[in-house]
């Protein structure tokens, strides 16, 4: 017999680590704790006396503020540092800073490095949960399931759903946790990008690969574009962001080859006239700030789980 569903999880580091129950109860969770934002006193005690730090080593507008938003609409006490305001900068090591703000007796910290791996480091040194909120080109598992809840909310299930990914894969957390999400939940993914910023082993992760734009696209579900990621690339891996607008651009000729009722999609920040053209990112197919929104449910129902609100 099925014993009953628990969420066993401490740390959120990537999306890998989800089982499909854990993710079907996160989702749920985010739901459920969504509509609290729509209420006039937007606050619950749920997370009173709990501490939460934002340690933020890398730029971010929605995923810092969404966490903090998050952390405050119930009740836990947060605070954020960043790189250029934390002691990093006279040196100290990522370990010595997690030991002394563990010193401080937090209870979750959620961490952005340009590292990949640094939040896997961090939860070896510390007491508190660690979250992560996007490490080098490795994974960023709170925007993946912030995706996977705007497509189910708007499809009624993920199953079956053909997902198109088209930017700079090789480079973008975002798409590696959005691969293993939308896999794991019975989409089929498609990505398509230059052939220098997509990486080998996509087919063992259980995307189909494409050279040209239009296949990708053709009879999606949904069309989410990614942001090349010019900070972590050494060299440049394109002529110019002119002809790759030209090439992979999401633009309302590439958009239409997509089922009628598709869903256009991006992580945010958007180079508007490269990866996506303004009036599809502000069309009536995009869900863009849907996914912002979202983003907040979702960091709810994983700070409420990592601190220990299953029930
Ligand atoms: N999607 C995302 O991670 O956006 P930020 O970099 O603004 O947090």
């Known amino acids: ?120 480091l961090l939860k070896n040194h510390v007491q508190a949960s660690i979250i992560n909120a996007g490490d080098g080109t490795h994974q960023h598992p709170s925007q993946a399931l912030l995706d996977l809840m705007t497509v189910k909310e708007r499809k009624g299930r993920l199953e079956g759903l053909k997902v198109a990914i088209v930017g700079d894969i090789t480079h973008s957390r975002v798409a590696h946790s959005d691969i293993i999400g939308f896999t794991k939940m019975g989409a089929r993914v498609h990505v398509c990008g230059p052939n220098t910023m997509l990486p080998p082993g996509l087919e063992a992760m259980g995307a189909v690969r494409h050279r040209r734009v239009a296949s990708a696209v053709r009879d999606a579900d949904v069309v989410m574009a990614l942001r090349i990621q010019k900070e972590r690339q050494r060299d440049p891996l394109i002529p110019s962001l002119r002809e790759y607008a030209t090439i992979f651009g999401i633009n309302r000729e590439v958009a239409a080859l997509a089922r009628p009722d598709a869903l256009i999609m991006h992580p945010g920040p958007i180079n508007r006239g490269v990866e996506m053209s303004p009036e599809v990112a502000d069309g009536g197919q995009s869900v863009i700030l849907e996914q912002v929104t979202n983003g907040v449910a979702i960091r709810m129902a994983l700070l409420y789980l990592v601190l220990g609100g299953s029930d």
């Open 1 to 120: 017999m099925q014993g009953e569903y628990r969420f066993a999880h401490r740390h959120i580091i990537s999306i890998d680590d989800l089982s499909v129950s854990d993710i079907n109860h996160i989702l749920q969770t985010a739901d459920s704790l969504k509509e609290i934002s729509t209420r006039a006193i937007k606050k619950v005690p749920t997370l009173r006396g709990k501490t939460i730090v934002n340690l933020f080593f890398e730029p971010s507008t929605r995923t810092r503020l969404s966490f903090e938003i998050a952390a405050k609409r119930m009740s836990a006490d947060t605070y954020s540092i960043s790189a250029t305001t934390s002691s990093a900068v006279k040196g100290e090591s990522l370990i010595d800073t997690a030991r002394n703000l563990q010193a401080m007796g937090p209870d979750a910290i959620i961490i952005r490095h340009a590292s990949s791996g640094a939040p896997n």
